[in-house]
């Protein structure tokens, strides 16, 4: 078993003729926990799309766990290990809290231990215990995004993906959502995170890079980045 | 018959009717909530089914044994209805899934036509029971094979007739049955799932051309539950039924709420009951013109339909 869990070499991708990533190299190891920073429109959304299946790279090479997985169907990446929690949430507005979850589960069937990842579900996040037979639509921007990241958790990923998990949510529920994002790390989830708020992404993880239109423009120890010039002054909002 | 039997009468017919264009109506409003695919050909499917049944009486000689011919029916027809409709999406609509929403409504207005010309064709079959030949885009009389005893006994005004028992017992089974699948299976649930947000639902894991599939294949079994009951009950078929069938099916997905399932049988017993009266009052040449009247009203004070969705998304 190798330390490298996903990486990405010369990643093309884009819409049609919109050229969108334009050769991205990134990794993530077992373990960590990685940022991947950059202004609206970067190309962050994209990578994270190429990585789950569902926007096609036109060049370069996407291996997670050892497998190339540039073809791979979506759906195959999620047995597979790979999960994402994708920007806006798409919570599944008409189906209940508790569906929500279980669709999360959807590849696996051992009813047991998805009854047993549920009742751990509860216990990260226990407003999703209470509001189980809502609606999902009827939460709130931070209770979404709980159950969000809840739901990404039901097929027991290696690899989690996470699109701007601070998007429109409450700051109380931020931190929350943050205290989360590193106990599961603790526990040995490997994240690669997307993240607006930098100052936070950067105090989260452990390494980082920097997308500017489609390219890889810095990366290392967030220790660095954070110490860096260029991004205190582009994504810290330092003078 | 006083104003009260005329009344009952006419609620039952209209009751009958709007069981067997909710039947056709749940696969338009299935396939419509899953890809926002209007299947201009799923009339027409209805209509290939009814082929079969008729095909099916001649070629096993059904009138002597009605009973198991009924049997042999719903469950042959619906098969070959939910294969030919999995094909459909297989190479008609499969292929552009990603291309605008429009090229998949042309393609669906192209098979329409293809199942038209195959039933124009399989009516001039040289078989007895569809006169064959020159015949070939008349109307065929479908043998009896229920009769229409009065359940009610011989002597009473009102009837309700073993085929309006029949149309009861094969479809509010099939409806039950429907709502529980889709509430409480898994592949039903990956349905719902995918109707609400694609993306997401591939990001669960689910395969969504599998499901899809399976949509059209649900859809397409009961369109030929549709066309065995609709053919023993009228006991007339043409290649252009599917015409009508898919217009009142169509509106009653419309009227109920397109993409929900009790919306589409509500409104396919709206609908029922409107043509019923309207018919009964000897009204039939309005009868058309009063289905859309109640169907623009709706929409006005309900854009989504009776049971059109409520929930909004938060962003
Ligand atoms: N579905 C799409 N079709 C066409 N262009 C898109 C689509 N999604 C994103 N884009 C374009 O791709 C570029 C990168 O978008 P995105 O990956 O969402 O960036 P980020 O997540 O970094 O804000 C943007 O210019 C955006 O307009
Ligand atoms: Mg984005």
């Given at each position: 078993?190798?330390?490298?869990?996903?990486?990405?070499?010369g990643?093309?991708?884009?819409?049609?003729?919109?050229?969108?990533?334009?050769?991205?190299g990134l990794?993530?190891d077992?373990?960590?926990?990685?940022?991947?920073?950059?202004?609206?429109?970067?190309?962050?959304?994209?990578?994270?799309?190429?990585?789950?299946?569902?926007?096609?790279?036109?060049?370069?090479?996407l291996?997670?766990?050892?497998?190339?997985?540039?073809r791979?169907?979506?759906?195959?990446?999620?047995?597979?290990?790979?999960?994402?929690?994708?920007?806006?949430?798409?919570?599944?507005?008409?189906?209940?809290?508790?569906?929500?979850l279980r669709?999360?589960?959807?590849?696996?069937?051992?009813q047991?231990?998805?009854a047993a990842?549920?009742?751990k579900a509860?216990a990260?996040?226990?407003?999703l215990?209470?509001?189980?037979?809502?609606?999902?639509?009827?939460?709130?921007?931070?209770?979404?995004?709980?159950?969000?990241?809840?739901?990404a958790?039901?097929?027991?990923?290696?690899?989690?993906?996470?699109?701007?998990?601070?998007?429109?949510?409450?700051?109380?529920?931020?931190?929350?959502?943050?205290?989360?994002?590193?106990?599961?790390?603790?526990?040995?989830?490997?994240?690669?995170?997307?993240e607006?708020?930098?100052?936070l992404?950067?105090?989260?993880?452990?390494?980082?890079?920097?997308?500017?239109?489609?390219?890889?423009?810095?990366?290392?120890?967030?220790?660095?980045l954070?110490?860096?010039?260029?991004v205190r002054?582009?994504y810290?909002?330092?003078? | 018959?006083?104003w009260?039997?005329?009344?009952?009468?006419?609620l039952?017919?209209?009751?009958t009717?709007?069981l067997?264009?909710?039947?056709?109506?749940?696969?338009?409003?299935?396939?419509?909530g899953?890809?926002e695919?209007?299947?201009?050909?799923?009339?027409?499917?209805?209509?290939?089914?009814?082929?079969?049944?008729?095909?099916?009486?001649?070629?096993?000689h059904?009138?002597?044994?009605?009973?198991?011919?009924?049997?042999?029916?719903?469950?042959?027809?619906?098969?070959?209805?939910?294969?030919?409709?999995?094909t459909?999406?297989?190479?008609?609509?499969?292929?552009?899934?990603?291309?605008?929403?429009?090229?998949?409504?042309?393609?669906?207005?192209?098979?329409?036509?293809?199942?038209?010309?195959?039933?124009?064709?399989?009516?001039?079959?040289?078989?007895?029971?569809?006169?064959g030949?020159?015949?070939?885009?008349?109307?065929?009389?479908?043998p009896?094979?229920?009769?229409?005893?009065?359940?009610?006994?011989?002597?009473s005004?009102?009837?309700?007739?073993?085929?309006?028992a029949?149309?009861?017992?094969?479809?509010?089974?099939?409806?039950?049955?429907l709502?529980?699948?889709?509430?409480?299976?898994?592949?039903?649930?990956?349905m719902?799932?995918?109707?609400?947000?694609?993306?997401?639902?591939?990001?669960?894991?689910?395969?969504v051309?599998r499901?899809?599939?399976?949509?059209?294949?649900?859809?397409?079994?009961l369109?030929?539950?549709?066309?065995?009951?609709?053919?023993?009950?009228?006991?007339?078929?043409?290649?252009?039924?599917?015409?009508r069938?898919?217009?009142?099916?169509?509106?009653?997905a419309?009227?109920?709420?397109?993409?929900n399932?009790?919306?589409?049988?509500l409104?396919?017993?709206?609908?029922?009951?409107?043509?019923?009266f309207?018919?009964?009052?000897?009204?039939?040449q309005?009868?058309?013109?009063?289905?859309f009247?109640?169907?623009i009203?709706?929409?006005?004070?309900?854009?989504?339909?009776?049971?059109?969705?409520?929930v909004?998304?938060?962003v």
């Open positions: 078993m190798s330390d490298v869990l996903l990486e990405l070499d990643v093309c991708a884009g819409y049609g003729p919109i050229e969108v990533l334009k050769g991205v990794r993530v077992r373990g960590e926990i990685v940022t991947l920073i950059g202004a609206n429109g970067a190309g962050k959304t994209t990578l994270l799309m190429c990585c789950s299946g569902l926007v096609r790279p036109t060049g370069g090479t291996r997670f766990d050892g497998a190339d997985i540039a791979t169907p979506a759906h195959d990446i999620v047995r597979a290990g790979l999960a994402q929690v994708p920007e806006g949430r798409r919570i599944f507005p008409r189906l209940s809290v508790l569906e929500n669709l999360g589960a959807f590849t696996r069937s051992n047991a231990e998805i990842d549920l009742d509860f990260l996040f226990p407003i215990a209470e509001r189980r037979h809502q609606a999902g639509g009827t939460l709130s921007g931070g209770e979404q995004q709980m159950l969000a990241i809840a739901r958790l039901m097929c027991r990923p290696t690899l989690l993906l996470m699109d701007e998990p601070s998007m429109g949510v409450a700051p109380l529920l931020v931190q929350r959502i943050f205290a989360a994002i590193t106990a599961l790390n603790r526990e040995g989830l490997s994240i690669l995170l997307v607006q708020n930098a100052n992404a950067l105090a989260t993880a452990h390494r980082g890079y920097v997308m500017e239109t489609g390219t890889i423009a810095l990366s290392g120890p967030t220790a660095d954070m110490h860096n010039e260029q002054a582009c810290l909002g330092a003078r | 018959m006083s009260f039997e005329f009344v009952l009468q006419q039952i017919t209209g009751l009717n709007g067997i264009i909710a039947l056709v109506a749940l696969g338009y409003t299935m396939v419509y899953i890809i695919l209007i299947n201009f050909a799923h009339g027409d499917l209805v209509m290939l089914g009814a082929f079969l049944a008729l095909t099916l009486i001649g070629a096993c059904l009138e002597g044994s009605p009973w198991l011919g009924l049997g042999l029916m719903l469950i042959a027809v619906p098969v070959f209805c939910a294969a030919v409709n999995w459909v999406d297989r190479v008609a609509y499969r292929p552009i899934r990603h291309a605008p929403k429009l090229t998949a409504l042309v393609s669906a207005i192209g098979v329409s036509f293809i199942f038209m010309n195959i039933g124009l064709f399989w009516g001039g079959a040289p078989m007895a029971v569809f006169g030949g020159a015949a070939a885009a008349s109307p065929k009389d479908v009896d094979l229920i009769g229409h005893t009065n359940l009610l006994g011989s002597g005004l009102v009837q309700i007739t073993v085929k309006d029949l149309v009861a017992l094969v479809t509010i089974p099939l409806m039950v049955a709502t529980w699948f889709v509430r409480r299976t898994r592949i039903g649930t990956a719902r799932a995918t109707a609400q947000n694609p993306m997401a639902a591939r990001l669960m894991g689910i395969d051309d499901v899809i599939g399976a949509t059209f294949i649900i859809g397409g079994a369109a030929g539950m549709a066309a065995v009951v609709q053919s023993l009950y009228y006991n007339t078929i043409s290649f252009q039924m599917g015409y069938i898919g217009l009142d099916a169509f509106t009653a419309v009227l109920g709420g397109i993409g399932l009790p919306g589409a049988v409104g396919s017993i709206v609908i029922g009951l409107v043509r019923a309207s018919d009964g009052y000897g009204a039939t309005w009868t058309n013109a009063l289905v009247l109640v169907l009203l709706v929409l006005v004070f309900r854009p989504s339909g009776i049971l059109g969705a409520h909004r998304e938060k």
